[in-house]
């Protein structure tokens, strides 16, 4: 069993910046496509973004497009989902997930391991 595991969430104002970090194993960080998904209050966790394992192609959901970048850095076993911009409707719970290769990026079924997710909560 992978362990993925969420840090950096907090609270930051309505044009702020925030960078979230999800540490895992060597093997997930080498081998596996990471994603990122958030969870508003009261709604369904929702895609953000993600890194294709082979080439580090990212994706992001059109919400985010432009404001919003992940990285891996596979020499710290992170992956990282820097946000910029952020505005109110991006509070969330953000979660990290790693999905074994060939899988759609875009569905949470993909996803084997989860991180157990960090708040970011934007204020006006």
């Known amino acids: 069993q992978e362990q993925l595991v969420d840090s950096g969430g907090g609270l930051v104002q309505a044009g702020g910046s925030l960078r979230v970090a999800c540490a895992t194993s060597k093997m997930v960080i080498d081998t596996y496509t990471l994603g990122w998904f958030r969870q508003p209050p009261g709604l369904e966790r929702e895609f953000v973004g993600a890194i294709i394992w082979l080439d580090d192609t990212p994706y992001y959901s059109d919400k985010v497009e432009g404001r919003f970048s992940i990285s891996r850095d596979r020499n710290k076993n992170t992956m990282y989902l820097q946000m910029n911009n952020l505005q109110p409707e991006d509070t969330a719970v953000y979660y990290c997930?790693?999905?074994?290769?060939?899988?759609?990026?875009?569905?949470?079924?993909?996803?084997?391991?989860w991180g157990q997710g960090t708040q970011v909560t934007v204020s006006t």
């Open positions: 997930a790693a999905a074994r290769p060939g899988q759609n990026h875009k569905y949470e079924r993909s996803y084997d391991y």
